[in-house]
């Protein structure tokens, strides 16, 4: 698995933390959203799937792994893949919180404004606030 980096400049690999400065905590699912901002849908895709797979293959049984589940990889994993599941679907994922779904609105709406996604979505994610 290539390299992947989760908060923009914390390396990701197997689900691992980079060695060195680890004071940001690369498991920050609105440092994440902000990055997504600015991507295309695939592009979007592609590195949470990326992300998902592996932490989902390195939470366990690794050096680090420990570490990793007490900083939160395990719930960032989930709450990537459900923002995965709206990207790639377009319909709400069942366990996203009324909270998560504002969170995923900015990029939604900028698909939206890009061609790469249907208006409606944003509808659904602005019903969260209801």
């Known amino acids: 698995?290539?390299?992947?980096?989760?908060?923009?400049?914390?390396?990701l690999g197997r689900g691992s933390l980079p060695q060195?400065?680890?004071?940001?905590n690369p498991y920050d699912f609105k440092r994440f959203l902000k990055r997504m901002a600015g991507k295309d849908?695939?592009?979007?895709?592609?590195?949470?799937?990326?992300?998902?797979?592996?932490?989902?293959?390195?939470a366990y049984g690794?050096?680090?792994?420990?570490?990793d589940r007490r900083l939160g990889a395990v719930e960032f994993a989930e709450k990537v893949g459900?923002?995965?599941?709206?990207?790639r679907t377009e319909t709400r994922p069942a366990m996203?919180?009324?909270?998560?779904?504002?969170?995923?609105?900015?990029?939604?709406?900028?698909?939206?404004?890009r061609g790469?996604?249907?208006?409606?979505?944003?509808d659904l994610l602005k019903s969260a606030d209801e």
């Open 96 to 113: 996203a919180t009324p909270e998560d779904l504002r969170k995923y609105r900015p990029v939604a709406e900028r698909l939206v404004v």
């Open 62 to 67: 690794r050096p680090g792994a420990v570490r």
């Open 82 to 87: 459900e923002f995965l599941f709206i990207v």
């Open 1 to 11: 698995m290539r390299q992947q980096s989760v908060g923009g400049d914390v390396p």
């Open 116 to 122: 790469e996604m249907r208006p409606s979505v944003v």
């Open 41 to 58: 849908r695939n592009s979007i895709i592609a590195e949470a799937s990326e992300i998902v797979e592996g932490i989902r293959d390195g």
């Open 20 to 24: 060195g400065d680890t004071s940001m």
